[in-house]
């Protein structure tokens, strides 16, 4: 089927924000939202991803010459009108989401038909969540996006240092053996690719390309609850391991419950991971 780009920007725009939660994971806000400052402007998209963070979403219809610089200066913008946006979630999720608002972690994804390895070197040089996507279309009105660059907004490390300074959930007199599996199960989850952003809300750490992939809850008495957005229903479910918890309620996202108690349940699971890494 031959690709192609799209005859006005405008058309990758609202194909995107009819169907924003399906492809990038983002509760939509609004579109053209205009902002009040001495320069003026109008932010694209407007949206809260699935872990409450703010989301700024900028097109380009052909390669993305500018659009990287124009999503950081709103990006400015929203931070430091945070009433403003938080009266938009209320307006439109209501009064829980907006208290729920994760100021720590904002993001920039920019949607174009194409980046320069220039423009995937300057995300690299902001301390900002910022994704690059270029999109094609195929046939009529198929849409397919592939992320050119992925940078979280927190500072790269390695080893214990980088996991506490993530806030990784830690388990309290468990003799260490909670802890150490739950540092496990965080290497595994960043060593499945790379562009993983990693998440910590109170109740859970998320792992996310575009989309959260996993979410790791705190380490209870003697397991670890994962949530994968892996199908549950093309998954032989074994009992006291895995449980499709479609519909039921739980902290982070993911219909695919992974019960963790030792090492070897974690290389049972690794599988799983990769199955749900691949749908994110």
Known sequence: MRQRLAEVEADVQDLVEANMETILGVRFLA????IDCVDGGRIDSLGLDENN???????????AAGVINQGLYYMAWLT?????FRNLVRDRLGASAASQVLWSAPRLICVAGDFTRYDAHAVREHRRSIDLVRYRYFGKDHIGLETVAS??????STGRARRHAAGLPTARGQGGAMAELAEAVDEALLGLGD??????RKQYVAYQRLRNFACVCPPQQ???????KADPKKIDLVPGFTRDVTGLGHHGTG???VQLRTERDLERAQELFRASYAVA
């Open 31 to 34: 579109s053209e939202y205009v």
């Open 53 to 63: 963070a703010p989301v700024v979403v900028e097109y380009k219809r052909g390669t």
């Open 80 to 84: 430091a009108h945070k009433d403003a």
């Open 151 to 156: 940078v979280t907004g927190h500072s790269a």
């Open 195 to 200: 562009g993983i952003t990693r998440v910590r």
């Open 222 to 228: 003697t397991k670890l609850l994962v949530y994968l």
């Open 255 to 257: 219909d695919l419950e």
